[in-house]
Every structure is written in structure tokens, then in C-alpha cells.
Nanobody, 121 residues
Framework: QVQLVESGGGLVQPGGSLRLSCAASGSIFSIVAMGWYRQAPGKQRELVAIYNWGGSTNYADSVKGRFTISNEYAKNTVYLQMNRVKPDHTAVYYC???????????????WGRGTQVTVSS
């Protein structure tokens, strides 16, 4: 079993910054990727950014140049630095990881419970 603990959400003013963290723990043999998704009210959950454990990253076009995803391999942790935020960034942000348990038969997906980000003046 794997646990994802998210932190860093809250209320931020337009143009401000926020940093989300997500730490994975439990029966992890190796991580394939960790990333962030978001779901705004009345909308479907969508990709924000992914950190592939091989070192590459992927971003939604809407956040390129504003958000940066990074990680700490030793801590199985991924961060999302959100800069110059806008009201339409308001959503619940979910952490997701794809990983192998032991024995590494096939990848498993696990989701965090989500952290609320509200951008408002």
C-alpha cells in the first residue's frame, strides 16, 4: 500500500505564488512518475505537470512558463511551484504516482486526496 501526502494548498492572490508538495511512502520498489492533476468545479480532472523519474517533465500548455515541477529522488517527493497564478488556476490539485511494488510485475497508479488551491483577491 502506498500513501501520498499532499501539502501547500491554500488561498493566494492573483499574481502570487504557491508551492505544493507531495510525498509518497509505503510499498514502493521504484517510481515511474509523479505528477499533479487538477479539477475545477464542474470540470473534468486534467493534467497539470508530470515528473518522469528518468528526468523528463511534461506540462499542460496552459501552465507552461508559470508552473515548474521538480522532485527529490531520495524522498520520493514531487513539488509544484506555481507562479503568477490566476483565478482560473483555482481547483483541487491531486498528486498521482505510477510505481512498481515488489515484485515489480506491472505499474500501479495511486492518487492523493487532493489539496485546494484558491486564487482570489
Amino acid at each position: 500500500q502506498v500513501q501520498l501526502v499532499e501539502s501547500g494548498g491554500g488561498l493566494v492572490q492573483p499574481g502570487g505564488s504557491l508551492r505544493l508538495s507531495c510525498a509518497a511512502s509505503g510499498s514502493i520498489f521504484s517510481i515511474v512518475a509523479m505528477g499533479w492533476y487538477r479539477q475545477a468545479p464542474g470540470k473534468q480532472r486534467e493534467l497539470v505537470a508530470i515528473y518522469n523519474w528518468g528526468g523528463s517533465t511534461n506540462y499542460a500548455d496552459s501552465v507552461k512558463g508559470r508552473f515548474t515541477i521538480s522532485n527529490e529522488y531520495a524522498k520520493n517527493t514531487v513539488y509544484l511551484q506555481m507562479n503568477r497564478v490566476k483565478p482560473d488556476h483555482t481547483a483541487v490539485y491531486y498528486c498521482k504516482t505510477d510505481f512498481y511494488s515488489n515484485p515489480p510485475v506491472s505499474p500501479i497508479t495511486s492518487w492523493g486526496r487532493g489539496t485546494q488551491v484558491t486564487v482570489s483577491s
